[in-house]
């Protein structure tokens, strides 16, 4: 078995960013095991992971999915594979209808209509509804490619619909944002998940033994992640 494990997604399994650099993220831990080819970048949404798979020719060993938020579109005038950002100021003109947003907007500054617009276009369209089960099964075509398939979306689909998930691909239940947040940690003062990988120390290692298990010793479960470590 071929013992490189391509990664792709967003902050979740973003490689050598730290936050907190007295601790080893799960991302480090699996080096002890493979050959680790890493393409994740935080903030990007699906279309970033669509995108590597035509320019990159992401190929051979195993792969791992990140699947992010289905919200983060990358419009033609955003430049940053980031897109968190645009996702924030849509959310919050939709909620508050405020323009109140920090020195690092700035930019967007002259974008905010219409990114709201965009964005509420998108919505209204139905697409954020349909684009989850597009995507996933479009990533689980290359079932031929790779050794094992999994991916593990940042959020709930409660819609997702696949017609086909073949032997060697698995599609995670648990979302990691459920996971990350039933930790209950609490960000820094200066609003900072201080966490890598938004998991703390206990939980990567769960996760590590469960990727380890599931590419290398053939076994797939749901792990129990550890809750409340504030």
């Known amino acids: 078995m071929n013992n490189v494990l391509n990664i792709v997604g967003d902050s979740f399994s973003e490689g050598g960013r730290h936050q907190n650099k007295n601790e080893i993220s799960y991302i480090e831990l699996l080096e002890k095991k493979f050959t680790i080819k890493n393409y994740s970048h935080h903030g990007v949404g699906p279309q970033y992971i669509f995108e590597k798979f035509i320019n990159e020719k992401i190929s051979g060993g195993n792969l791992f ?122 960000k820094n003062e200066n609003g900072i998940d201080s966490r890598n990988n938004h998991l703390s120390r206990e939980n990567h290692e769960i996760m590590c033994d469960f990727l380890i298990d599931f590419f290398i010793n053939d076994i797939f479960y749901e792990p129990n992640f550890k809750k409340n470590l504030s």
């Open 65 to 186: 999915i990140v699947f992010p938020d289905i919200h983060r579109i990358k419009f033609n005038y955003l430049s940053d594979d980031n897109v968190a950002s645009p996702v924030f100021i849509w959310n919050r003109l939709k909620k508050d209808k405020e323009y109140n947003f920090p020195e690092s907007f700035e930019k967007y500054e002259r974008k905010y209509e219409k990114i709201y617009k965009d964005f509420e276009s998108f919505e209204q369209s139905n697409m954020f509804s349909i684009l989850p089960t597009l995507y996933i099964q479009y990533f689980l075509s290359f079932y031929n490619t790779f050794d094992k398939i999994l991916i593990w979306p940042t959020s709930f689909y409660h819609n997702l619909k696949l017609n086909f998930i073949p032997e060697n691909c698995k599609v995670m239940h648990n979302n990691l944002n459920r996971i990350s947040k039933l930790e209950n940690v609490n």
